[in-house]
């Protein structure tokens, strides 16, 4: 497999090379991803490509026996083309041209930006398309962020009038007719924009949508101007961003050979690691992204983070823990951002492997001692199976939605869908990322929560899925939203009221302290008691089972939590964000009753279990920082692959940011 | 009386109108306020009128035989109209065109946007103006909004050289000589905007006068057309805001048949209902409009409010209470925001009582059963006197000065005023908002909080309303400007030093804890001690008598709280942000003194009192959410006149949220 | 010595003045600074001059035998001349340009403003150059503020070509090669603005020195317009500010001939009074400009701040503390801002030694209490000398560096700087405020706090320093830029690796709740233990002592505080935010240890030691707003200069905010 680092050598002397190269192949490296900022050196005016530098870039590498993912420069174009171009500047949603500077200062919206990098892409494929040791290329950066200049108006004009037809159609489904905002012209569509109160919902979903095409598209376009003109041997891969993006990873990601995304788990201005299940999920989600194929780390983290902010160092053993968490669940190769320290520039306070004296030092021989006991054992590994049989629903197009209307203050996205996804990881189940396209039968339980925004394709093969036998999880808000982002005129939750067996007449976001006091009565959490928060559902239940009320004058007849059968199968309904005292057991029995086995692991151990035909592998992390941890090992004698632990059975105990992974012969 | 709705019968299709009527009719509603936003369909293009679709809405509500008010549609003016006329478009206060959407995209400074409005309204007028259903129109809708842009400066220009006819004068009344601001051309005055600074507080006030003063007058030019063109039958109103608007709520309902309001307990981000006396003080508000005749409700909340955020969900309950609040208060016609909730658009999240599945159920089964209540005696009990002998002074331009220089980072002028206000309200003490215009001889004691910003007028009155033997409570900051938003040069507290007998030559905003200690010396408050907050008037009695001193090394001589004598009157001074604790005997003492009967009500408890020649009402509403409460009735019998209680006296005990209203036949 | 004020006549009426000079006299005033924002009146049209009033004004104040202090007018232009000439409005960062109003509305990169300065200015020393009773002029007026408009761009473009002279160097020296920003123009360069991203750091630190120069390049020119026509009698200064500024106070003040500051412990946002030694450092400062030598307050606070919001209402003898603070500290004049509040304008409810009705009381016979019990000595006390051992290095680049990347969520400069000043000041020892270009030699330790940004020089002379047997005190994050505001490539600390006698491998901004333990091991350390903030440096000492080390499971190993013996001397590293606890004791032993004498003083209790050849003053302020406190004095026989207190020895108890200054006859 590939271990590799994000490297910059435009930013050191040629004498400094050979030393970095060295190291790195010392290190057990054998990939350098590389070119991404370096446009003004290609083309250093416009019209004059000069690929002398890369050339020599290219031939050291090499020289060093490293393989090389050429990343398209166009995350920065040069400041030539800005001052001579400047309709390529971005626009903010108050309306300001934002000036040249850091990165991505560019529409894709403007012509002249695509046709700029159009011959680029071009002409560095006509160069490196059949060069051997290109074994790859990146052509997009975190392509995350929006503009809202006169070119930005015009392409969402014009994608509305090839979405719509006809402006009635527009009017319709946008339901302009409130506040009295029917369009005549197609020319007289904003775009969301700071005004004195919300932009109708509809537009902006529909603007988060024409973005993620207009990416999408400029994305596609770049791809197959690359396989025209390059080896079918060489892949093409995109850095895709899974956190508050408006980009559709499933569609630009569809005509790639490599899904790959960078992974942060601290930043400089998140001061802790964030607990083991975040991470778990983007990488779920990247492994999903082509189902369950091809997922490559492009950026892992490598030392302390920093913009003028510092943010946590990565303790001794981090790095090897978040490496083995990555291969774990699933990627195929992992790069590491970044080789060194910049001495200059924005981002020079962000370390690297080395820092900025280059000596290599702690985080170094962690990754060479790392990689070297991966070596024997890592091809096989990354090809065995990741077996899992709950799906667990994530959806865009769904996040956007939210992010439009969050409908409580305390709502967050990201912390919601974690609340309803982290129960799962700590009861040691995997769980693949689904969307409505999926084949969902190989499947025993799907976990769809916060499922505001609506897709028929969805309600009816969850509908099925539940009628073959299914077990399903809604949560609350499930079936308010039209693929408009329109209410639903049919009584809530909408087309799953009869799935869910039940109606809900009144809701609300919680006020006062924000928790609601929630009483079990039935089935797992008969006798528990404990709070909800962000958002309430009281429940009316029609063939449903109550399995919690809540409590208070108001509406304490009214159901929390409810259990439908729903022809061979099983529906669950959690109408507010239920504390984790609740959901664990909850969660326990509705997998047990799935026939799934489930084993509560202590506070962020993570285990993951992967095999072949003949082997079975059990990855055993954790994250603790200062605490070492008990894991309880299933059935049999294990044996560490790193070869450093004697064999093991039975109740292990790892030291704090230990990780290990063992295997096991089937019988 | 008329209970009414908002309803939008452009958001529906046309074979539900007869559903919503016939519910509406069997509700016992009488009254649908419509038309407020549509303008696309009554003027589809420039200059093309089309009434058939509203011709459509008044026959069919008319065939149930409910009353309409007619919204004029100028809240929101169409897409073509800003394609074609940016100029209408406003400009915020950093110089930014804000874009089309939502509502208020206008700025009334626009020549053109006057235009459009002129010539709609004759339309409508025109075609309506004689329509039986049609019993009332509506100018504009919560116009509170300003414009910072060219238009705007010049219409500013104008209207200061008209005040000030000359700019020797202008320059001395802001006194621009400050920090070399002197004007030598009228051109050169620029609007207020976000400078390195604060602007000059004088040149401020004077652009709140002169955007109210706009207001009123386009508000002036709709209601003169519409009177030369429709029945003297039909009313009109204007939908008004009381809360830190640049609003002249006289001013602009001096012409008006009626004045309304909107009402919100509670909003989005209001996460629990506000304290009865904040509604209390409201409704005051609207009735001392017009002096206590004419005033409605055009919105009262109905379900849970919410824009991008949900806030509280009314209990059962509610929609009962505050409209009972109301109707005691005076409101003498109550309309619901709104009938059902919209399926799509900006405020789609936003209840009615229907909602988005258009099924009667709770809140509508309260409003019916809440008409059928009051059917009976409404008409009688809305005609009945508000007897009042306590005048509260709320005068905008005051407001506006303390907006401009709020002095203390923990003053706010709602929660000021409320603090002077509430103990009024705790005590079952009727008050009628004040202004200087108004006759107060009626009064026996006036509560002038927080009268920063003086009127030459109001201080003569109020000197004339002592020496006949009134009583008057003045607070902190009194007296410290003139009419310019300028300094008094006078020793403070200005010119009604001599009135309360006192003298202030120390003062600050509260430092440290923001809290002083406050010892009781003499009268109600001896043996008494608490705190102030936010701001404290370090006094020194010249005839006043001490009635609290601060305690603390520094200033621990100083007066807290003062009376004095003035001719046959008394005159109180309260010189810090006063702790209730301390504030309630105080006033107990006040009113006794003057001989008011007081009564302490339990907390949230709210008792109105009113009565015809013959009988006696009293309205008893327990605003207490999960309390039930008692209430100590006046002497006699009483008899509900919803006729559910049986007959009471004495002491009475409520259930949350229950509200009633009770009747006596006088003697 | 000179006691001024800060006087407006142009806001008063001319029968006014006199009672205002009168009152001034009678206080012991004999300086008064007038003229500041008067352009409008001295230029009411382009090129019209008329000096009538100024005239009358000067004739008026020396009249009562009052020295005059000029202030060119030019902090307001007036609004004739920003109307006409709209490019001299300043541009905020993100592209706003701020409207006319309050005051520095200009851009300094505007020809025009220039032009017009220039012109006022020589017609003023024309006029004024030989008057009597002028006793010196003020330049500028607080000129801190940036601009970033084109005028700013282009003036910085060309001050860039100077600095650099090819495109190439400066692409270097930025680092333009990271994030592909490599200019291959001079025009296409930017000024930093708000973009998406930081911008380039060594950019930014450019574009601080370029306005800093900008701004000392005006004041450089104005002043030899001055020199040229006015009396070599009249001296010339400029009011500077020492908190966050990009101003370059030693080179501003280098051609001028007295360094002068306002000085505000308390402001309307800070509502108690800093702690003393934050005020003590400011005066540090101010003195350490013109290398201890003529020094003035020409703003010290006299009553509660204002702008909208009102701050702490300084207590009976904190006008006098603070008077005596400043001439302990060095000041040679002491004008108070100011002399009445103004009743119009912005700034009106800020207060001054009169307050609006003009009527002279406390503060006014504190004022003249004080000047009375000064007049005796306070000339020869201005004249003795202040002598320091130690040094205090400040670097305004050093600042804006830090300010650029703060680095730590907790970091501010202000308050980090203060975290190693105040122990001394606590412990009785003088500093003075050192930079590079100093003489070192007469210092025995010298505080290099926070020395992020390096000087090649400096580095140089604390080496020698060192190698003579000086000490040395340096803190976390020293060493790490070049002055390129690049990083170094050494490894850490830098150039100061062998100065220190460690390595630094690791580092963070404190997570969690962004403390380290720290355990002390050796020396004053010893047997201590508290807690490090903000950052945390992980030290390898090469040949330092350890004199603490970090608890904690990851870094436990790791220094936290070294010692170093370097040639004779001795070189301290601190590694983190040490609490004052620990730093306290390190002070006291390194003081010691170089031969300082230390005292322990009272909390918030100041000394200062002054001396001439036959005498010895001491200073002794007890800044204690409620409570007395002790202070010991120095041996031998102390008396009261102000001849109030009965000679005094050993130790005196002082009443809150009493501020008294000894002396004592050398023997």
């Avoid at 990146?138 to 509305?160: I, P």
């Avoid at 775009?191 to 932009?199: G, H, K, N």
Wanted: net charge negative; with cysteine.
């Amino acid at each position: 497999m590939y271990f590799g680092v994000d490297y910059y050598p435009e930013q050191w002397p040629r004498e400094r090379w050979e030393t970095d190269l060295q190291l790195m192949k010392e290190a057990g490296l054998n990939l350098v991803r590389v070119g991404g900022f370096s446009w003004s050196i290609l083309e250093p005016e416009e019209g004059r490509y000069d690929f002398s530098w890369l050339d020599e870039v290219i031939k050291v590498i090499s020289s060093y026996d490293l393989d090389i993912v050429l990343e398209l420069p166009i995350s920065a174009p040069p400041a030539w083309m800005l001052h001579q171009y400047p309709d390529i500047l971005p626009v903010t949603s108050d309306g300001r041209k934002t000036g040249f500077g850091a990165q991505r200062h560019y529409t894709v919206n403007s012509r002249n930006y695509r046709d700029f990098c159009s011959k680029t892409a071009s002409a560095l494929a006509e160069r490196y398309g059949s060069e051997e040791s290109v074994v790859g290329w990146q052509l997009g950066n975190e392509t995350v962020h929006l503009s809202y200049g006169k070119e930005d108006q015009v392409a969402f004009q014009s994608w509305l009038e090839r979405k719509y037809e006809t402006l009635e159609k527009l009017n319709e489904h946008w339901g302009t007719v409130f506040w009295n905002q029917t369009y005549s012209a197609w020319e007289q569509i904003h775009v969301p924009a700071e005004i004195p109160q919300e932009d109708n919902p509809s537009m902006q979903l529909d603007f988060n949508r024409f973005w993620a095409e207009t990416h999408t598209n400029f994305n596609n376009k770049l791809m197959r101007l690359l396989r025209e003109q390059t080896d079918s041997r060489q892949f093409i891969t995109h850095n895709l961003v899974y956190s508050g993006t408006v980009q559709e990873h499933r569609e630009i990601a569809e005509g790639l050979d490599v899904a790959s995304f960078h992974t942060y788990p601290v930043l400089a201005d998140v001061t802790m690691p964030r607990q083991p299940a975040a991470a778990a999920r983007k990488h779920d989600l990247c492994r999903g992204t082509k189902q369950g194929k091809s997922y490559w780390v492009t950026e892992e983290l490598s030392g302390a983070p920093s913009n003028n902010r510092t943010g946590y160092l990565p303790r001794p053993g981090h790095l090897k823990l978040w490496t083995y968490q990555a291969i774990a669940r699933g990627a195929e190769a992992v790069v590491y951002f970044r080789w060194r320290a910049a001495l200059r520039g924005t981002e020079q306070l962000c370390q690297g492997i080395l820092d900025h004296d280059g000596m290599p030092r702690r985080k170094y021989n962690e990754l060479k001692e790392m990689t070297a006991s991966l070596q024997t054992f890592a091809d096989e590994y990354i090809a065995s199976d990741f077996p899992a049989e709950v799906g667990f629903y994530h959806n865009p197009e769904n996040e956007w939605a939210w992010q439009i209307q969050p409908q409580s203050a305390q709502f967050s996205y990201e912390e919601e869908v974690l609340r309803f996804y982290e129960p799962a990881h700590a009861l040691n189940i995997h769980t693949d990322m689904i969307q409505e396209k999926d084949n969902l039968s190989a499947y025993k339980v799907l976990i769809v929560p916060v499922y505001f925004l609506t897709k028929p394709a969805l309600n009816e093969k969850l509908k099925s899925f539940a009628e073959k036998g299914g077990t399903i999880i809604f949560t609350y808000r499930t079936g308010v939203k039209n693929s408009d982002n329109a209410v639903h005129e049919k009584t809530l939750p909408g087309e799953l009221a009869s799935l869910c067996g039940i109606e809900i007449h009144e809701y609300e976001a919680l006020p006062g302290d924000g928790t609601a006091q929630i009483k079990g009565t039935a089935g797992p959490m008969k006798n528990r008691s404990g709070t909800g928060s962000v958002w309430a559902d009281y429940i009316e239940p029609a063939e449903a089972e109550v399995l919690a009320v809540y409590e208070g004058k108001w509406f304490e007849d009214k159901a929390a939590v409810t259990k439908n059968s729903f022809g061979k199968g099983t529906v669950y309904y959690i109408g507010c964000g239920l504390e984790r005292g609740l959901l664990l057991p909850l969660y326990e029995e509705i997998f047990q009753n799935a026939g799934l086995e489930t084993t509560r692991l202590r506070n962020k151990v993570e285990l993951v279990q992967r095999e072949t035909k003949h082997t079975k592998y059990l990855a055993v992390l954790n994250h603790n920082i200062d605490k070492k941890e008990e894991a309880e090992l299933p059935d049999g004698k294990w044996k560490d692959t790193a070869g450093k632990e004697k064999d093991c059975k039975g109740r292990i105990t790892l030291a704090p940011l230990q990780s290990i992974i063992l295997k096991q012969h089937k019988s």
